[in-house]
């Protein structure tokens, strides 16, 4: 079981402060991670939580990633996990063996 740190906001409006829980992972929004090839500020939050991961020995999980660019940034910036539309699909349990094997022959 991984918990993972998602950036406060309507969904999460107030939760402990961030020593007193055990994350394994720090999620960069979809909000950043869609918009940093082309804005400068969200590019600069998305490196500075992606710095704060790896300062805290955590993993970083870039959300959206949705075209080559956002990809692209997101490798640069060393991100250890993505998802989004690039990627894959959302997709049935079932397709999920077939789709890594064939991403990998590619």
Do not use: H
């Not at 940093?36 to 991961?53: G, T, V, Y």
Request: with cysteine; charged share 25%.
């Amino acid at each position: 079981l991984s918990l993972l740190s998602a950036p406060p906001g309507p969904r999460l409006p107030c939760r402990p402060p961030l020593p007193r829980l055990a994350f394994s992972g720090l999620e960069l929004g979809q909000a950043f991670c869609a918009n940093a090839a082309k804005q400068a500020s969200a590019r600069i939050i998305l490196a500075s939580r992606r710095e704060m991961a790896r300062k805290l020995k955590i993993r970083s999980v870039a959300e959206g990633v949705e075209t080559q660019e956002n990809w692209d940034l997101i490798r640069n910036l060393g991100c250890d996990v993505a998802q989004g539309y690039f990627i894959a699909r959302p997709m049935e349990a079932s397709a999920l063996l077939e789709w890594r094997v064939e991403s990998l022959a590619s």
